[in-house]
Each structure stands twice: as C-alpha cells, then as structure tokens.
C-alpha cells in the first residue's frame, strides 16, 4: 500500500514544538523536487490536466452531486469585504464562521435577484458553484491566495470580466442589507468569482482512492472514476479501510487557511492535530509494513520525500524542526 499526502502550507509558518513522526519522515525519506504550485496548480497536473486553467466551479458542482453537463461554470464564494484606509480588503469564508442555514438563505436571494443570468449552488458554506447561462471568460484567484489584499487590485481578468465586475457590485447591493447580515458579527457581504471554464472531458492519476475535504479534489476523483470519501478525523480507522494493495492520495489542506490569513496560533495547533492524528499513525503503519510506502507532497515548496520501511534505518539523518525544510531555510 502506497499513501500519498498532500499538505499545502505545512511550512508557511511554524512555531517552537517539535513534531518527531513528521520530522522523522521529512529526514529518513528520499526528496525529488519538482516545480512549485498552489494546490489547485497540484492537482490539475497530478490529474493529467496538463497546464489548463482548473475549472474549479464545475469541479465542484461534480462533487457536490450536481451535472455539470456543458455549461459554464464558476466558483462564487462567500466572503467578507471590509474597507481599510483606501483598500478593500478581502477576507475568505474560513476567517469566520457561516454555517449552512445562512449560506442557503443568501443564495436562496442571490438566485431569485439573478435568475435570468446564472443559479447559485451551495456545495458547502464556503464553497459555492455558479452556473452561468453565457461564457464566463474571466480567470481569478481563489479567495484564500487573496486574504487581507486589495480586492480592486486583484478583480477577474478576461473578455468578460467588465460583466462580471458589474455582477460583482449588484451582488454587493442585495447581500448588503440581507436579513441573514443583520444578525452577524462579520457580515458576508459579496461573492468572489474564480475558477471559470466547462468541465474537462477526463482526468486521470495513478491512485485507486481519494481522501479530502476539498472540493476540487473530489470532482477531480470523482471524474477520474476513482474512489473517494470526505477525510476522516484521522488515519487509524480509514487505515483499516483500504485494501492492502494501491496508491491512495490524502489532501490535509486543514494548515491552508490559517497560513493565508497569517494566524500563527492557528496554524501550529492545526499541525499538532495533524501530527497525532496522521502523521504519528502513519509512521506507525509504515514500521509494521502495514504501509509499503509514504509520500509526502509539499506543493509550495517544489519538494516531496518518499519514505520506504528501510529509509527509517537511515539514523546519521537526525529529525531537525519541520522549520528546516522551508524554501530558504539553512
């Protein structure tokens, strides 16, 4: 059994405590590097994508359960805009709370105002699939590479963003005064729009499962005919799952958000989680031979490490703090 994980940001930031089943990964395995990507970048070219722009809007209608079919598609995500001196700054939906109930309300009310133009779907509180009844020919970035920048720095490119950058605005009108609004503390007040395009006609990869939250992950595997679940609390039961066979791909993106919105406490107690949770049962399964193999991508960094039961032998490669690996590090 092969485990691959995938953990954007796991060195964005780091604190003083120490992570032994992670370190010692990082230290005994064996490092290629490659080119280094976001997540999304990662898994438009782990999936065959080549270098397409990642349609992540029908992506993530496909694994929210809904048909794709030819339409264009969008992410729309709910966000937060807050002026800052002369900035408008953008906070993504993982810097405050929004549960289902809300997100349905609004999107209930963005639907009826724009139901001539496109239907909004809500696939989970952050995440939101725009079906559009024209071409949406913009490219943007995802709110998270965004967080606390200037939106009117940052607007969707493209021979129809002029469109969409007046939707944006009238988005900002109705979600202004909605009654959802009235009762929050920090008010989703706009949708951003990323990850425009048609659903590919295949993708492809080497893994027999997926595993992750992520959304573009799921509607990748999903495309892909492969199998694929929510990710768990940790590995020890899904451990137990998977045949003894195969190469089975976990996305850990859990560390992404806190990186972007540079909340350091966040982030070290998200890998402390991680480390318990995953990596301490991981190691554990690789020493047994219950893992043949595991993998370890670092997108940002261009870097994953490879670990094989016997790599764990090699002792002159002493732990060091995950610190150490960052790009620049010494």
Do not use: C
Request: charge should be negative; aromatic fraction near 6%.
């Amino acid at each position: 059994m092969h485990i691959e994980i995938v953990a954007p940001a796991l060195l964005a930031l780091q604190g003083a405590s120490r992570h032994p089943a992670l370190e010692l990964l990082l230290a005994r395995g064996r490092r290629t590097q490659h080119d280094p990507a976001d997540l999304a970048r990662w898994l438009a070219r782990e999936f065959g994508l080549g270098g397409e722009s990642l349609p992540a809007g029908a992506l993530t209608a496909l694994s929210g359960g809904l048909e794709p079919g030819e339409d264009s598609w969008l992410r729309a995500d709910p966000v937060h805009l807050r002026l800052q001196r002369d900035d408008m700054i953008l906070i993504p939906a993982a810097g405050f709370d929004l549960t289902q109930a809300e997100t349905e309300a609004l999107a209930e009310s963005v639907n009826r105002h724009f139901a001539a133009s496109f239907s909004v779907h809500v696939v989970s509180p952050g995440a939101w699939a725009l079906r559009a009844k024209t071409d949406a020919a913009i490219e943007g970035r995802a709110p998270l590479d965004l967080a606390g920048l200037d939106v009117n720095a940052n607007l969707p490119t493209g021979t129809g963003a002029a469109r969409w950058h007046a939707t944006l605005n009238e988005v900002q009108m109705l979600l202004h005064e909605h009654a959802v609004n009235e009762n929050r503390q920090v008010p989703l007040n706009s949708l951003w729009f990323w990850g425009a395009g048609r659903l590919p006609q295949k993708a492809e990869g080497p893994w027999q499962s997926v595993t992750a939250d992520d959304p573009v992950a799921l509607g990748l595997a999903k495309l892909a005919a492969m199998r694929h679940r929510a990710l768990p609390s940790g590995a020890g039961p899904w451990l137990e799952r998977l045949p003894d066979a195969g190469r089975h791909l976990v996305v850990l993106d859990a560390l992404a958000a806190a990186a972007a919105l540079h909340n350091g406490e966040a982030h070290a107690a998200r890998l402390g989680t991680m480390e318990a949770d995953w990596f301490a049962p991981l190691l554990a399964a690789l020493r047994s031979g219950q893992a043949g193999m595991i993998t370890l991508h670092l997108p940002e960094a261009g870097l994953s490490i490879e670990t094989v039961r016997g790599d764990l032998r090699r002792f002159w490669r002493r732990a060091r703090p995950v610190s150490a690996y960052a790009p620049g590090a010494a």
